[in-house]
């Protein structure tokens, strides 16, 4: 989960300038947590409140509580217009999007998850709430599993063989890195902060090659973000300097969430 919070905090600043290239400081004070890091939480928050889980519904009305909560708590931190119009209206019914959203918020669903199953169910029912289309779906549910592999020591083979099912990634960052452009469906997001994991060497070099090709840079991050940390872990420099980015409500959920999961 760190890992996508990472992403996130590391990307906010190039979200609207982006920054074509891996040579970047990675925190500055111009770097702050945005709604990615915000509704991660916001699902880990909702996963605290359970030992397991078979009632999948009652966890749909645990998640919906929770990111309206904590939602309103944090209006101001970059949501887009129908998702912020569903938090402060608490709304309980999705609006069928396919948003890159259901994907940047559902990785405390791949540490928590006991089996891959587990991780693919409680992933639809974390983009479900909002993003009921299926390539929402889809970009929850390849996440999730691709981490529920990752942190339990799958290869790069086979969590790229698994993530094959979901997505079609037949270029490298090099190839669209001239022409790529901000988007923010999970369809145009989440096959490329794959493909930035993949082609990573550590977790600081996965974050910038997703950073490298430009767009909705701290979405890309935080996805890639979470799919690396579960492969290589993060080192204690970079936790120490995340977690003095989150106030004092975000970080009690983020050591909640810890004591009740092996985090690498």
């Known amino acids: 989960m760190l890992g996508a919070i990472i992403g996130d905090i590391v990307g906010s600043r190039f979200e609207f300038y982006n920054h074509k290239c891996k040579d970047f400081t990675l925190f500055t004070p111009k770097c702050f947590f945005t709604d990615d890091t915000v509704m991660t939480l916001a699902v880990a928050n909702a996963l605290n409140e359970y030992e397991s889980i078979s009632d999948y519904e009652a966890f749909k009305h645990t998640l919906i509580k929770s990111m309206h909560e904590i939602g309103n708590h944090y209006p101001d931190c ?141 979405t890309i991050a935080a996805i890639t973000g979470s799919v690396a940390e579960a492969f290589y872990g993060i080192d204690n420099r970079l936790k120490e300097t995340a977690v003095s980015y989150l106030d004092e409500k975000l970080l009690k959920i983020y050591n909640d969430f810890n004591n009740k999961t092996e985090v690498k």
């Not at 889809?138 to 981490?147: F, L, N, Q």
């Not at 094959?164 to 090099?174: A, G, M, V």
């Open 78 to 218: 970059g949501y887009g217009g129908r998702f912020y119009g569903w938090i402060r209206n608490r709304k309980t019914t999705p609006y069928n999007s396919y948003g890159n959203g259901s994907a940047m918020r559902v990785s405390p669903v791949g540490w928590y998850a006991k089996s891959l199953d587990e991780a693919e169910k409680l992933a639809k029912a974390t983009a479900v709430v909002t993003h009921n289309h299926s390539e929402g779906i889809k970009g929850a549910v390849s996440v999730a599993g691709a981490i529920y592999l990752a942190c339990r020591g799958s290869t790069m083979a086979e969590i790229k063989k698994y993530v094959s099912k979901f997505y079609k990634i037949d270029f490298t960052l090099n190839q669209i890195r001239p022409s790529y452009k901000f988007h923010e469906t999970c369809q145009d997001s989440v096959p490329q902060a794959f493909e930035a994991f993949f082609e990573s060497t550590s977790f600081e070099d996965a974050v910038r090659n997703a950073i490298s090709i430009g767009g909705d840079s701290d």
